[in-house]
Every structure is written in structure tokens, then in C-alpha cells.
């Protein structure tokens, strides 16, 4: 399926809490009205046996190489407003497995270690430098469908910490793809990420063996030791101040601050008032 290049990601987010409150896993799973397992494999394999994997021979590359030589994403910058979707090959594929097609799947490639911060609850960083563009972690938990989502946000208080993000790929035809993933009962490390309104991090959907993608982190800049490691739960990689930021929601509820401390901090974290609504789903297209 022909994706756009764009994607709007959106984050409801507290303080995280207690680091043993969830299950760990290190990829999707399918949780409560989940329309596709993100478990099942649906994309077929490239035939790249001989040859590297590369435009106009490998099936899994649309129109350009996803990664260099190095393994960090080709199309990321400082200016980067979008997200571009990835496609790596996957276990069909008769490509090797050094394949560098293949870098979200090898999993975590540095050391990274949640702390607790002063102002917002647990948090990661890494212990060592990661250079611009390499893949970090990816944002995992349970893939449920939007009446669990509404159900789950509408039972939270304001003490709650709530890690649902929705994201909504706008594809040519003027389709709206949209995955919501919960990592607060089962999830990985990418629960503890901290928003910031100058973040080093950037979410790309990546699909692999399901049209499910995965949520995956790179470097957006260079990365120093002991830095916290932190993403814009709005998607926008620049998430600045402007006249519809309201200091609370269309329900009543206040916004929750930000203490990123960067100097375009917009004051408020980000939230989709979309999964607010109490009835239908939302037309996003």
C-alpha cells in the first residue's frame, strides 16, 4: 500500500509512574479492539538473493534507500515538520540479515537508563553518544481500536498518567491510517520517554511484517552521554506556542504543564482532543 509522506502523531500524557507497573515486551501486541494483529505477517518478501537491496530492484524500498552506510536514516533534519514511512524488509525476505534495509529490527543498539527527573516522574537517557539519525528504541505496547481508547481515557482522573498516542498517516488517496497504541499495562522502555518542545528524538512509523507499524525513535541531532532523550508528543518536530492553545481541554479538564525547559517551551504538553469525544470516531480524512 502507497503511504503519503505525512503523519500526524498525538500524545496524552502525565508523569509516568511506578516502573514495575506494566509488562514488558519489546514489540506491539494486540489489546482490546485491535482491528490487525500486529503479530501477523502480511507483507511479502523481496527476492534480492544475490544482489543488494536497493530503488527499482528490492520491492521493499518504494522510492529510495531508508538508511546509509552508517544505518541512520536518510531523510531526517532540523526542519523535518513530517514523517516519512519506512519500509525495511522483513522475515520473507531472502535478503541476509545484515541487510541495511534491516536496522528497527535489530532492536536497541546503546545504553540507555531510566532515571527519575525532578519536575516529571521517570525518564531515559542515554550512557553513550548517539549520532544523528540512528535508530534509538521504539514506542511499544498494546494496538487497540478507538472505542477502548475513549474508554480508557474517559475513565482517567487527573491524577492518572495516561501514554496512549494515536497516530494518523494520510495516505494518496485521501485515506487516514490511524494506530493507537497503550504501552501503562504492557509496554517497553519508550513509556519513560519525556516530552520536549526542542526534542532530540523524532517518531517514524516503520513497517516491517504487518501494515501495523512500528513507532521507532532516531537521533534527530547528535546525542551526548547522560543526555535525557526526548520526542514532541504532538509529532511536529518544532512544537511552538500558537493562538489554539488553550490552557484547558474542551472538556474541562486543565492542560498539564511542560517542564521541558527549552526556550520555545509552549508552556503546555500536547494533547488530541479527538479522543475526547465521547461517541463516534472523529472524521480525520
Known amino acids: 500500500m502507497r503511504i503519503a509522506k505525512e503523519v500526524y502523531l498525538f500524545f496524552h500524557m502525565l508523569s509516568p509512574v511506578s516502573i ?9 501486541v494486540a489489546g482490546p479492539g485491535a482491528d490487525t494483529d500486529p ?14 537491496c536497493l530503488p527499482g530492484t528490492c520491492s521493499c524500498l518504494r522510492n529510495k534507500e531508508n ?19 519506512v519500509f525495511e524488509c522483513n522475515i ?58 475513549q ?16 497516530v494518523r498517516e494520510h495516505v494518496y488517496n485521501g485515506q487516514v491510517i490511524e494506530t493507537f497504541v497503550d504501552p501503562a499495562h504492557i509496554g517497553n522502555i519508550g513509556r519513560f520517554l519525556n516530552h520536549s518542545c526542542e ?37 511536529r518536530f518544532l512544537n511552538l506556542m500558537d493562538s489554539k492553545n488553550k490552557e484547558r481541554l474542551g472538556n474541562g479538564k486543565p492542560r498539564k504543564p511542560c517542564y521541558c525547559g527549552a526556550k520555545s517551551c509552549a508552556a503546555f504538553l500536547p494533547y488530541d482532543s479527538s479522543l475526547y469525544c465521547p461517541s463516534e470516531k472523529p472524521n480525520v480524512s
Not at 20 to 28: N, V
Not at 125 to 133: H, S
Not at 152 to 166: E, F, K, P
Not at 220 to 235: M, N, Q
Request: charged share 25%.
Open 199 to 235: 526534542p532530540n528524538l523524532l517518531m517514524i512509523p516503520v513497517r516491517i511484517d504487518s501494515m501495523v507499524p512500528k513507532l521507532a525513535l532516531f537521533a534527530a541531532k547528535d546525542i551526548l552521554p547522560e543526555e535525557e532523550l526526548s520526542y514532541d508528543y504532538s509529532g
Open 151 to 166: 474508554r480508557r481515557i474517559q475513565l482517567q482522573t487527573i491524577h492518572d498518567s495516561n501514554y496512549i498516542i494515536a
Open 20 to 28: 514495575l507497573a506494566s509488562w514488558y515486551t519489546p514489540d506491539h
Open 67 to 85: 538508511y546509509d552506510a552508517n544505518l541512520r536514516l536518510r531523510a531526517i533534519g532540523s526542519e523535518t515538520e513530517r514523517a516519512e514511512p
Open 39 to 52: 503479530t501477523q505477517i502480511t507483507f511479502p518478501g523481496c527476492s534480492c538473493l544475490q544482489t543488494p
Open 92 to 149: 520473507l525476505c531472502q535478503c541476509s540479515d545484515q541487510c541495511k534495509n534491516r536496522v528497527v529490527q535489530r532492536g536497541l543498539q546503546f545504553h540507555l537508563q531510566v532515571f527519575k527527573t525532578e519536575k516529571k516522574g521517570w525518564g531515559l537517557r542515554t550512557l553513550e553518544f548517539i549520532p544523528k539519525g540512528r535508530f534509538v528504541c521504539e514506542y511499544a505496547g498494546e494496538v487497540l481500536g478507538f472505542a477502548e481508547v
